[in-house]
């Protein structure tokens, strides 16, 4: 767990009395083509729903303009980051796995 995401796993560990579960570092293929692997940084699941979040350390840049991010690593070398498509694209890979076996029916249990 890098600096970033241990600040943010200290900000959520008191959901986890709340009736939260919180799962970090979740590694997952994709079911159908077994070809492509996600992680995603922390998996927040309540009683009803699920929540995905991406954290990003360093020094970040948001080009406004653009509607592109930056970040720069300690040796001051810089790659384009997408957090939000990260973390729309995981969701719904989550949600995809769980309608896999989660059906009753041929009914989707998720939505």
Request: charged share 30%.
């Amino acid at each position: 767990m890098n600096h970033a995401e241990q600040i943010v796993y200290d900000a959520l560990k008191p959901l986890e009395g709340q009736g939260y579960r919180v799962f970090h570092s979740v590694r997952f293929v994709d079911d159908i083509s077994r070809k492509k692997d996600y992680e995603a940084d922390f998996v927040i699941c309540g009683p009803q729903s699920f929540m995905v979040l991406e954290v990003k350390g360093g020094h970040i840049k948001w080009d406004r303009k653009q509607g592109t991010a930056t970040s720069t690593d300690r040796n001051g070398k810089s790659y384009k980051i997408d957090p939000w498509k990260q973390g729309l694209e995981n969701s719904y890979k989550i949600l995809e796995h769980f309608n896999s076996f989660s059906s009753i029916g041929g009914k989707r249990q998720f939505i």
